[in-house]
């Protein structure tokens, strides 16, 4: 039997069992999809492949590289695959990923959550808030009571401040709005130029238009955004404390919602490897109270038996 509804809240305390036979996980976030396959709790295969979430890529292009990626690890005779996506808000977000993933594990138990809670059970948590601050950016917590509240994650046309696509648009409009007050191109714009592979900020605006680019193509620009913040560039340095504010505001959002006061996890590829982020974000969540406030330590693929034990 296949179960793609998102399973209901678990108990508050950790459990110590760790998940038996074969268990695989998926963490399919907006540029890459990576999948694990435990024997018995133990790491056996570990690969990644490009991004499976259909909220991002076509259906056909999620199955392409769902196909891909079980070749590489697996598929088989599996008790259960757990998966964690972005854009999973309904029952039929996480059948419709469930359908795909389906013909590689016949018989396997299957259940497709958003993403932000593989990141909450990989910080060791059953309560508190999950923060993502990778491609886009949404906040998804639990409180003891088995109360679930979420913040964002909405998709980059709506929302995902904070985001490395928020990042790497911030970019662009900076570079032209520095080409309108007649500005020569800055360290930034440089970088951005280089990168982009045009040689005039007013190149950019057909560019960030087009067909060939999109979310993913601009969410990779915010390293450019990254290294010229610690190379000291003021205007990069200030979009990088605004994307931590912006995380910490969809942290607070969602820790007032469950009325608790944490623990709040960071996590997501900007959320665990940019320091000056990493900074902004606790000093916005200290000045409103939230001390609790821990960094992601190890990838929330690695959530999954965590959940799956709970899931019973």
């Given at each position: 039997?296949?179960?793609?509804?998102?399973?209901?809240?678990?108990?508050?305390?950790?459990?110590?069992s760790?998940?038996?036979?074969?268990?695989?996980?998926?963490d399919?976030g907006?540029?890459?999809?990576?999948?694990?396959?435990f024997?018995?709790?133990?790491?056996?295969?570990?690969?990644?492949?490009?991004?499976?979430?259909v909220?991002?890529?076509?259906?056909?292009?999620?199955?392409?590289?769902?196909?891909?990626?079980?070749?590489?690890?697996?598929?088989?005779?599996?008790?259960?695959?757990?998966?964690?996506a972005?854009?999973?808000d309904?029952?039929?977000?996480?059948?419709?990923?469930?359908?795909?993933?389906?013909?590689?594990?016949?018989?396997?138990?299957?259940?497709?959550?958003?993403?932000?809670?593989?990141?909450?059970?990989?910080?060791?948590?059953?309560?508190?808030?999950?923060?993502?601050g990778?491609?886009?950016?949404?906040?998804?917590?639990?409180n003891?009571?088995?109360?679930?509240?979420?913040?964002?994650?909405?998709?980059?046309?709506?929302g995902?401040?904070?985001?490395?696509?928020?990042?790497?648009?911030?970019?662009?409009?900076?570079?032209?709005?520095?080409m309108?007050?007649?500005?020569?191109?800055?360290?930034?714009t440089?970088?951005?130029?280089?990168?982009?592979?045009?040689?005039?900020?007013?190149?950019?605006i057909?560019?960030?238009?087009?067909?060939?680019?999109?979310?993913?193509?601009?969410?990779?620009?915010?390293?450019?955004?990254?290294?010229?913040?610690?190379a000291?560039?003021?205007a990069?340095?200030?979009?990088?404390?605004?994307?931590?504010?912006d995380?910490?505001?969809?942290?607070?959002?969602?820790?007032?919602?469950l009325?608790?006061?944490?623990?709040?996890?960071?996590?997501?590829?900007?959320?665990?490897?940019?320091?000056?982020?990493?900074g902004?974000f606790?000093?916005?969540?200290a000045?409103?109270?939230v001390?609790?406030?821990?960094?992601?330590?190890?990838?929330?693929?690695?959530?999954?038996?965590?959940?799956?034990?709970?899931?019973g």
């Open positions: 039997m296949t179960h793609s509804d998102i399973p209901p809240a678990a108990a508050s305390d950790l459990p110590s760790t998940a038996a036979g074969t268990v695989i996980g998926l399919i907006g540029t890459k999809t990576r999948g694990v396959r024997e018995d709790g133990r790491a056996a295969a570990d690969h990644s492949v490009g991004s499976s979430n909220q991002n890529v076509s259906r056909e292009e999620a199955a392409r590289h769902l196909a891909e990626l079980f070749a590489l690890i697996g598929g088989g005779t599996v008790a259960q695959v757990y998966a964690g972005g854009g999973i309904t029952v039929a977000d996480a059948a419709a990923l469930a359908a795909l993933i389906a013909p590689h594990v016949p018989g396997a138990r299957i259940t497709v959550v958003h993403d932000s809670r593989l990141l909450l059970a990989a910080g060791g948590a059953s309560t508190g808030v999950a923060v993502i990778g491609t886009g950016s949404a906040a998804w917590g639990r003891s009571s088995g109360g679930e509240a979420r913040a964002g994650g909405w998709g980059y046309l709506l995902d401040e904070g985001s490395g696509y928020w990042l790497g648009r911030e970019a662009v409009r900076h570079s032209l709005r520095r309108n007050q007649g500005l020569a191109p800055d360290e930034l440089t970088a951005l130029l280089a990168s982009c592979g045009v040689d005039d900020p007013n190149k950019l057909a560019l960030f238009h087009s067909t060939d680019t999109g979310r993913r193509y601009w969410a990779e620009r915010a390293r450019l955004v990254v290294e010229a913040a610690a000291g560039h003021a990069s340095q200030e979009l990088v404390d605004q994307a931590g504010r995380l910490a505001a969809l942290a607070l959002q969602t820790v007032r919602q009325g608790i006061d944490g623990p709040v996890i960071l996590g997501g590829g900007l959320g665990m490897n940019v320091p000056r982020l990493q902004s606790r000093s916005a969540l000045a409103a109270g001390t609790d406030v821990r960094v992601l330590e190890q990838d929330p693929v690695f959530g999954v038996l965590q959940l799956v034990a709970e899931q």
